[in-house]
């Protein structure tokens, strides 16, 4: 049985209705993906390490 996914999105997403940018969520072994203008498309899945480890490089990166 799959259970559904709670969407979450960066509180700084873009202006108006917050809608440019990415959604993430968490599944239990994965983070899934997708493009908040086109939710019913396509998602990315990644394994929570790679995607922890790339989090953490962009806010390396961004210091």
């Known amino acids: ?17 917050g809608n440019a940018c990415v959604e993430v969520a968490h599944l239990d072994t994965h983070i899934a993906v997708r493009d908040s203008k086109s939710p019913a498309r396509a998602t990315l899945t990644f ?3 790679s995607f922890s480890r790339f989090v953490e490089a962009l806010k390396e990166a961004g210091r």
């Open 47 to 49: 394994p929570t390490v």
């Open 1 to 17: 049985m799959t259970r559904p996914c709670t969407w979450r999105k960066s509180p700084f997403s873009g202006g108006g209705e």
